[in-house]
């Protein structure tokens, strides 16, 4: 039998040479994700694996779309950017828009990294301190619905939190009078989507599509939150 020989140590690793002690993934929690966010944290920038900063809150895809660039944002370098509604009901599907850009007042003064939150995905090329997939989303009531520009967020990749540093009393006060947004349709295959979809820690998949122990795990799940 032929042994494979590695030309190249700097392109094929060994398994005792690792490019770096953990992988690329991390799995963050917190209140302000309970059931967990994602963040690719060797494409994070060093200065930000730990970072506390205020919220500058976008509503929508269209609302960042419309402000991000607006000369008058109040935002600096330490803020951070939160996208709501980009999930799998809110966008709808989830869109692959998660890499918030930065503010273009910012740009031009040389930053090329903020920390940045959405309940949207990314590609596997996006860099930065980019946070996706928080769970549950915006659009069904998750904490990320909750956070008002000002709002201190803190970041700590090492100890994968997550964390709106609001008190409970506040976060319960602005949960009983949140409204959920208008499904994005009312009828066919877009209203079917909408109320069947799973959150991003499911899969986002249906939920008549799971095994049917796996629905009355999360049916059972439901019942005890």
């Known amino acids: 039998m032929v042994q494979a020989v590695t030309l190249d140590r700097d392109v094929i690793r060994s398994v005792a040479e690792p490019l770096d002690r953990e992988g690329g993934i991390a799995v963050l ?5 309970p059931d967990g966010a994602l963040i690719k944290q060797t494409a ?5 694996k730990r970072h506390t900063g205020r919220a500058v809150v976008f509503e929508s895809p269209a609302d960042l779309q419309l402000r991000i660039d607006d000369p008058e ?10 996208l709501k509604n980009a999930g799998p009901k809110g966008a709808p599907a ?7 850009p930065i503010p273009q007042k910012l740009l031009v003064r040389g930053i090329r990294d903020m920390v940045r939150i959405s309940d949207a995905r990314i590609s596997g090329t996006s860099y930065g301190a980019l946070i996706v997939h928080a769970a549950p989303e915006a659009a069904v009531g998750g904490t990320l619905a ?3 520009d000002g709002d201190e967020i803190e970041l700590d990749i090492a100890a994968r939190r997550l964390v709106l540093k609001v008190p409970d009393g506040e976060l319960a006060r602005r949960q009983a009078e949140w409204k959920a947004p208008e499904p994005h349709y009312d009828r066919g295959y877009g209203l079917l989507f909408h109320e069947r979809v799973l959150q991003a820690n499911l899969g986002c998949d249906f ?3 799971l095994p049917a122990e ?3 795990e999360l049916l059972d799940g439901a ?3």
Not at 29 to 33: D, E, I, Q, S, T
């Open 29 to 33: 929690r917190g209140n302000l994700a």
């Open 44 to 48: 994070v920038s060093a200065h930000l």
């Open 73 to 82: 944002l109040e935002v600096d370098e330490h803020s951070v950017l939160v």
């Open 94 to 100: 989830m869109p692959e828009i998660g890499q918030i």
């Open 146 to 148: 909750l956070v008002q």
């Open 207 to 209: 939920d008549f599509l």
């Open 214 to 216: 796996l629905r009355r």
């Open 223 to 225: 019942k005890q939150d």
